[in-house]
Protein backbone atom coordinates (compact mmCIF):
# COMPACT_ATOMS: atom_id res chain seq x y z
CA UNK A 1 0.00 0.00 0.00
CA UNK A 2 0.92 3.44 -0.80
CA UNK A 3 1.51 5.86 2.49
CA UNK A 4 1.47 9.51 2.57
CA UNK A 5 2.68 11.71 5.95
CA UNK A 6 1.29 15.27 5.72
CA UNK A 7 1.81 18.25 8.05
CA UNK A 8 -0.28 19.84 9.16
CA UNK A 9 -3.18 17.80 8.67
CA UNK A 10 -5.22 19.52 11.21
CA UNK A 11 -5.29 22.48 8.83
CA UNK A 12 -7.13 23.83 6.41
CA UNK A 13 -5.26 22.22 3.36
CA UNK A 14 -3.84 19.43 4.95
CA UNK A 15 -7.29 17.96 5.79
CA UNK A 16 -8.19 18.49 2.31
CA UNK A 17 -5.07 16.95 1.08
CA UNK A 18 -5.75 13.98 3.49
CA UNK A 19 -8.96 13.57 2.29
CA UNK A 20 -7.85 13.61 -1.31
CA UNK A 21 -5.01 11.02 -0.70
CA UNK A 22 -7.24 8.89 0.97
CA UNK A 23 -10.02 8.98 -2.01
CA UNK A 24 -6.92 7.41 -3.60
CA UNK A 25 -6.51 4.74 -1.01
CA UNK A 26 -3.24 5.98 0.70
CA UNK A 27 -2.88 5.03 4.57
CA UNK A 28 -2.42 8.57 5.69
CA UNK A 29 -0.45 10.05 8.49
CA UNK A 30 -1.74 12.88 9.81
CA UNK A 31 0.92 15.14 11.33
CA UNK A 32 -0.78 18.03 13.57
CA UNK A 33 0.69 20.48 16.33
CA UNK A 34 -1.96 21.34 19.08
CA UNK A 35 -5.40 20.65 17.12
CA UNK A 36 -5.20 16.56 17.98
CA UNK A 37 -8.89 16.56 18.27
CA UNK A 38 -9.84 17.59 14.70
CA UNK A 39 -6.53 15.28 13.88
CA UNK A 40 -8.03 12.40 15.67
CA UNK A 41 -11.24 12.84 14.53
CA UNK A 42 -9.95 12.96 10.85
CA UNK A 43 -7.78 9.69 11.11
CA UNK A 44 -11.08 8.16 12.83
CA UNK A 45 -13.26 9.58 10.01
CA UNK A 46 -10.54 8.50 7.19
CA UNK A 47 -10.65 5.11 8.59
CA UNK A 48 -14.33 4.73 8.24
CA UNK A 49 -15.24 6.67 5.01
CA UNK A 50 -12.00 4.96 2.73
CA UNK A 51 -11.43 1.55 4.76
CA UNK A 52 -7.49 3.23 4.84
CA UNK A 53 -5.37 2.99 7.76
CA UNK A 54 -4.81 6.41 9.31
CA UNK A 55 -2.68 7.59 12.44
CA UNK A 56 -2.79 11.15 14.30
CA UNK A 57 1.03 12.29 15.26
CA UNK A 58 1.98 14.94 17.14
CA UNK A 59 4.93 17.16 16.75
CA UNK A 60 6.09 21.08 17.02
CA UNK A 61 7.93 21.12 13.94
CA UNK A 62 10.03 24.12 15.51
CA UNK A 63 12.09 21.23 17.53
CA UNK A 64 14.20 18.56 15.43
CA UNK A 65 13.60 15.55 17.97
CA UNK A 66 10.24 15.38 17.76
CA UNK A 67 10.46 15.52 13.83
CA UNK A 68 13.28 12.65 14.03
CA UNK A 69 10.76 10.88 16.56
CA UNK A 70 7.58 11.72 14.16
CA UNK A 71 9.08 10.11 11.25
CA UNK A 72 10.01 6.88 13.13
CA UNK A 73 6.24 6.71 14.36
CA UNK A 74 4.91 7.17 11.07
CA UNK A 75 7.13 4.38 10.00
CA UNK A 76 6.16 2.47 12.49
CA UNK A 77 2.62 3.01 12.10
CA UNK A 78 2.21 2.50 8.50
CA UNK A 79 5.22 1.34 6.63
CA UNK A 80 7.41 2.98 4.25
CA UNK A 81 6.65 6.55 3.95
CA UNK A 82 6.80 7.14 -0.14
CA UNK A 83 4.84 10.34 -0.17
CA UNK A 84 5.70 13.09 1.95
CA UNK A 85 3.69 16.31 2.37
CA UNK A 86 5.34 19.47 3.98
CA UNK A 87 2.47 21.62 4.70
CA UNK A 88 2.30 22.99 8.53
CA UNK A 89 2.80 26.84 8.33
CA UNK A 90 1.47 29.93 10.31
CA UNK A 91 1.39 33.64 8.80
CA UNK A 92 1.69 37.03 10.82
CA UNK A 93 1.76 40.18 8.74
CA UNK A 94 3.59 42.73 10.57
CA UNK A 95 5.95 45.80 9.10
CA UNK A 96 9.48 44.76 8.59
CA UNK A 97 11.16 46.72 11.05
CA UNK A 98 8.47 45.66 13.65
CA UNK A 99 9.66 41.79 13.40
CA UNK A 100 11.02 40.30 15.95
CA UNK A 101 13.93 37.80 16.34
CA UNK A 102 11.43 35.61 18.00
CA UNK A 103 8.72 36.15 15.12
CA UNK A 104 11.57 35.76 12.72
CA UNK A 105 12.93 32.07 13.85
CA UNK A 106 9.43 30.72 14.04
CA UNK A 107 8.71 31.91 10.59
CA UNK A 108 12.08 29.93 9.57
CA UNK A 109 11.99 27.13 12.05
CA UNK A 110 8.35 26.08 11.08
CA UNK A 111 8.97 26.44 7.07
CA UNK A 112 12.03 26.05 6.04
CA UNK A 113 13.72 24.48 8.96
CA UNK A 114 10.49 22.19 9.44
CA UNK A 115 10.74 21.54 5.60
CA UNK A 116 14.63 20.42 5.77
CA UNK A 117 14.30 18.35 9.01
CA UNK A 118 11.41 16.18 7.81
CA UNK A 119 12.73 15.83 4.08
CA UNK A 120 16.10 14.68 5.75
CA UNK A 121 14.00 11.92 7.69
CA UNK A 122 12.07 10.38 5.22
CA UNK A 123 14.83 10.11 2.77
CA UNK A 124 17.35 7.12 3.48
CA UNK A 125 14.77 4.94 3.07
CA UNK A 126 13.28 6.03 -0.16
CA UNK A 127 16.98 6.80 -1.66
CA UNK A 128 17.27 2.88 -0.25
CA UNK A 129 14.04 1.65 -2.02
CA UNK A 130 14.79 3.92 -5.13
CA UNK A 131 11.14 5.25 -4.79
CA UNK A 132 9.66 8.44 -3.15
CA UNK A 133 7.91 11.76 -3.62
CA UNK A 134 8.29 14.94 -1.56
CA UNK A 135 5.87 17.83 -2.15
CA UNK A 136 6.68 21.17 -0.42
CA UNK A 137 3.94 23.81 0.43
CA UNK A 138 5.16 27.30 -0.40
CA UNK A 139 2.83 30.27 -1.56
CA UNK A 140 2.76 32.81 -4.36
CA UNK A 141 4.65 35.29 -1.51
CA UNK A 142 7.74 32.62 -2.03
CA UNK A 143 7.20 33.36 -6.08
CA UNK A 144 7.02 37.68 -5.63
CA UNK A 145 7.22 38.82 -2.30
CA UNK A 146 4.64 39.93 0.01
CA UNK A 147 4.16 43.80 1.80
CA UNK A 148 4.26 43.14 5.38
CA UNK A 149 5.47 39.64 4.81
CA UNK A 150 8.81 39.86 4.57
CA UNK A 151 9.76 36.60 6.90
CA UNK A 152 6.96 34.43 5.51
CA UNK A 153 8.10 35.68 1.89
CA UNK A 154 11.55 34.46 2.84
CA UNK A 155 10.76 31.45 4.58
CA UNK A 156 8.42 30.07 1.07
CA UNK A 157 10.88 31.42 -0.91
CA UNK A 158 13.72 29.43 1.07
CA UNK A 159 11.19 26.28 0.55
CA UNK A 160 11.65 26.76 -3.25
CA UNK A 161 15.41 26.87 -3.13
CA UNK A 162 15.36 23.66 -1.11
CA UNK A 163 12.88 22.45 -3.59
CA UNK A 164 15.01 22.75 -7.07
CA UNK A 165 18.45 21.65 -5.13
CA UNK A 166 16.81 19.21 -3.49
CA UNK A 167 15.43 17.57 -6.72
CA UNK A 168 18.17 17.61 -8.82
CA UNK A 169 20.24 15.86 -6.10
CA UNK A 170 17.53 13.07 -5.47
CA UNK A 171 16.24 12.54 -9.34
CA UNK A 172 18.75 9.47 -9.48
CA UNK A 173 17.48 8.22 -6.58
CA UNK A 174 13.86 7.75 -8.31
CA UNK A 175 12.91 10.45 -5.94
CA UNK A 176 11.05 13.55 -7.58
CA UNK A 177 10.77 16.56 -5.44
CA UNK A 178 7.82 19.47 -6.30
CA UNK A 179 6.90 22.78 -4.77
CA UNK A 180 2.68 24.06 -4.80
CA UNK A 181 2.65 27.56 -4.30
CA UNK A 182 -1.07 28.43 -3.57
CA UNK A 183 -2.84 31.67 -3.54
CA UNK A 184 -5.11 33.07 -1.74
CA UNK A 185 -6.82 29.78 -0.29
CA UNK A 186 -9.76 30.35 2.25
CA UNK A 187 -8.72 28.41 5.44
CA UNK A 188 -8.26 29.50 9.51
CA UNK A 189 -5.01 31.27 7.68
CA UNK A 190 -7.37 33.51 6.87
CA UNK A 191 -9.12 34.79 9.58
CA UNK A 192 -7.48 37.96 9.72
CA UNK A 193 -9.18 38.76 6.76
CA UNK A 194 -12.81 40.42 6.11
CA UNK A 195 -15.33 39.34 3.93
CA UNK A 196 -14.82 42.63 1.87
CA UNK A 197 -11.16 41.85 1.66
CA UNK A 198 -12.18 38.68 0.66
CA UNK A 199 -14.19 39.94 -2.33
CA UNK A 200 -11.48 41.95 -3.20
CA UNK A 201 -9.42 39.68 -3.88
CA UNK A 202 -11.49 37.19 -5.98
CA UNK A 203 -12.39 40.23 -7.76
CA UNK A 204 -8.19 40.56 -8.48
CA UNK A 205 -8.05 36.84 -9.06
CA UNK A 206 -8.48 36.11 -13.19
CA UNK A 207 -10.68 32.93 -12.63
CA UNK A 208 -12.88 35.37 -10.26
CA UNK A 209 -13.30 33.74 -7.01
CA UNK A 210 -10.34 32.47 -4.46
CA UNK A 211 -9.13 29.40 -4.16
CA UNK A 212 -10.37 26.01 -1.99
CA UNK A 213 -8.42 23.84 0.34
CA UNK A 214 -8.95 21.10 -2.28
CA UNK A 215 -7.79 23.05 -5.26
CA UNK A 216 -4.43 22.80 -3.47
CA UNK A 217 -5.25 19.14 -2.73
CA UNK A 218 -5.98 17.75 -6.05
CA UNK A 219 -2.79 19.49 -7.29
CA UNK A 220 -0.72 17.18 -4.81
CA UNK A 221 -2.48 14.05 -5.41
CA UNK A 222 -1.24 14.58 -9.06
CA UNK A 223 2.14 15.44 -8.30
CA UNK A 224 2.14 12.05 -5.96
CA UNK A 225 0.97 10.24 -8.97
CA UNK A 226 2.27 8.27 -11.46
CA UNK A 227 0.95 10.80 -14.21
CA UNK A 228 3.90 13.25 -13.00
CA UNK A 229 7.10 10.89 -12.30
CA UNK A 230 9.00 13.25 -15.19
CA UNK A 231 7.84 16.74 -13.35
CA UNK A 232 10.31 17.25 -10.55
CA UNK A 233 11.72 20.57 -9.04
CA UNK A 234 8.70 22.77 -10.30
CA UNK A 235 6.76 24.99 -8.49
CA UNK A 236 3.24 24.63 -9.51
CA UNK A 237 1.05 27.65 -8.66
CA UNK A 238 -2.75 26.99 -7.49
CA UNK A 239 -3.74 30.68 -7.08
CA UNK A 240 -6.77 31.15 -10.01
CA UNK A 241 -4.14 33.52 -12.28
CA UNK A 242 -3.26 35.80 -9.65
CA UNK A 243 0.81 35.45 -10.15
CA UNK A 244 1.59 34.43 -13.71
P1 LIG B 1 -3.99 26.47 8.76
O1 LIG B 1 -5.39 26.04 8.52
O2 LIG B 1 -3.72 27.57 9.73
O3 LIG B 1 -3.14 25.17 9.23
C1 LIG B 1 -1.81 25.29 9.66
C2 LIG B 1 -1.30 23.92 10.07
O4 LIG B 1 0.09 24.05 10.47
C3 LIG B 1 -2.05 23.31 11.25
O5 LIG B 1 -2.21 21.92 11.04
C4 LIG B 1 -1.12 23.55 12.43
O6 LIG B 1 -1.21 22.55 13.45
C5 LIG B 1 0.26 23.45 11.75
N1 LIG B 1 1.27 24.13 12.54
C6 LIG B 1 1.30 25.43 12.94
N2 LIG B 1 2.37 25.65 13.73
C7 LIG B 1 3.03 24.47 13.83
C8 LIG B 1 4.20 24.04 14.53
N3 LIG B 1 4.92 24.86 15.31
N4 LIG B 1 4.58 22.75 14.41
C9 LIG B 1 3.85 21.89 13.67
N5 LIG B 1 2.73 22.22 13.00
C10 LIG B 1 2.33 23.51 13.10
O7 LIG B 1 -3.26 26.90 7.44
P2 LIG B 1 -3.50 26.48 5.90
O8 LIG B 1 -4.13 27.62 5.22
O9 LIG B 1 -4.10 25.14 5.81
O10 LIG B 1 -1.96 26.43 5.40
C11 LIG B 1 -1.28 25.24 5.04
C12 LIG B 1 -0.03 25.61 4.27
O11 LIG B 1 -0.38 26.32 3.09
C13 LIG B 1 0.93 26.54 5.04
O12 LIG B 1 2.27 26.16 4.80
C14 LIG B 1 0.65 27.90 4.43
O13 LIG B 1 1.75 28.77 4.55
C15 LIG B 1 0.37 27.51 2.99
N6 LIG B 1 -0.40 28.52 2.25
C16 LIG B 1 -1.66 28.87 2.65
C17 LIG B 1 -2.34 29.83 1.92
C18 LIG B 1 -3.75 30.28 2.30
O14 LIG B 1 -4.23 31.25 1.72
N7 LIG B 1 -4.42 29.61 3.20
C19 LIG B 1 -1.75 30.43 0.81
C20 LIG B 1 -0.46 30.05 0.44
C21 LIG B 1 0.19 29.08 1.17
P3 LIG B 1 -2.22 22.66 14.73
O15 LIG B 1 -3.45 23.38 14.25
O16 LIG B 1 -2.48 21.24 15.11
O17 LIG B 1 -1.48 23.40 15.80
Known sequence: MKNVLITGASGGIGQAIARAFAREGYGIALHYNRNGECAHALASALRTEYGVPAAALCADLRNSEAIAELITRAQNELGFIGTLVNNAGIAQQ???????????????????????????????????????????????????????????????????????????????????????????????MLDSFTEEDLDALAEETPVGRIGTPEDVASAAVFLAGDGARFITGQVIGVNGGFVV
Open 94 to 188: KLFTDITDEDWENMIGIHLSGTFRCCRAVLPEMIRRHEGTIINISSMWGQTGGSCEVHYSAAKAGVIGLTKALAKEVGLSGITVNCIAPGVIRTA
